[in-house]
T-cell receptor, first 113, second 114 residues
Framework: KAGVTQTPRYLIKTRGQQVTLSCSPISGHRSVSWYQQTPGQGLQFLFEYFSETQRNKGNFPGRFSGRQFSNSRSEMNVSTLELGDSALYLCASSWGLATGELFFGEGSRLTVL | SQQGEEDPQALSIQEGENATMNCSYKTSINNLQWYRQNSGRGLVHLIL?????REKHSGRLRVTLDTSKKSSSLLITASRAADTASYFCATNEDSGAGSYQLTFGKGTKLSVIP
């Protein structure tokens, strides 16, 4: 069974640009969660989608958005990038609601210059 | 917001020794989970313990949960160099209106010296 796939793995952007990250969950999983990981703040919850509906949203500005498609694949978008958005963005999937075991992808490492 | 807080922040031991990491949290929980992360990689789920359980084992891992003290510990016995990683506890937190999210601590960085 294929694991959680995140693309791209690495990317470099400049301030003011926007970025879209993609996550393909494990087949059959309906929940996708996104986390931002930085050395200073650790793992911060961004949002969770379940059956195409956003269930939860963390404490991030509106520049951070996401969506989930009918095949459970998810994308997150960050607009008007700031230097502080440089981070490892992790996607995790689970069969049910994201309060049980999560299966993580390898992450997308974003560097904002 | 950080719900779980791991202690110590860093731990260095010799191969073959046991490693103990602790996690404290603030609110009531349904379950507590431990994850491992190798440098710059994704997290791997290790073990989940429910609020009505006190101890759980999985291979060389032993997790305890004390809900009265709002704390948990992860014990890795007979450590190996391959256990070198960061370990995170995660708790589910009510984000409002009965909606739960999994919240991670800042982790314990374990180094196992061969």
């Amino acid at each position: 069974k294929a694991g959680v796939t995140q693309t791209p793995r690495y990317l470099i952007k400049t301030r003011g640009q926007q970025v879209t990250l993609s996550c393909s969950p494990i087949s059959g999983h309906r929940s996708v969660s996104w986390y931002q990981q930085t050395p200073g703040q650790g793992l911060q919850f961004l949002f969770e989608y379940f059956s195409e509906t956003q269930r939860n949203k963390g404490n991030f500005p509106g520049r951070f958005s996401g969506r989930q498609f009918s095949n459970s694949r998810s994308e997150m978008n960050v607009s008007t990038l700031e230097l502080g958005d440089s981070a490892l963005y992790l996607c995790a999937s689970s069969w049910g609601l994201a309060t049980g075991e999560l299966f993580f992808g390898e992450g997308s490492r974003l560097t904002v210059l | 917001s950080q719900q779980g807080e791991e202690d110590p922040q860093a731990l260095s031991i010799q191969e073959g020794e046991n490693a103990t990491m602790n996690c404290s949290y603030k609110t009531s929980i349904n379950n507590l989970q431990w994850y491992r992360q190798n440098s710059g990689r994704g997290l791997v789920h290790l073990i989940l313990i429910r609020s009505n359980e006190r101890e759980k084992h999985s291979g060389r891992l032993r997790v305890t949960l004390d809900t009265s003290k709002k704390s948990s510990s992860l014990l890795i016995t007979a450590s190996r160099a391959a256990d070198t990683a960061s370990y995170f506890c995660a708790t589910n937190e009510d984000s409002g209106a009965g909606s739960y999210q999994l919240t991670f601590g800042k982790g314990t960085k374990l180094s196992v010296i061969p």
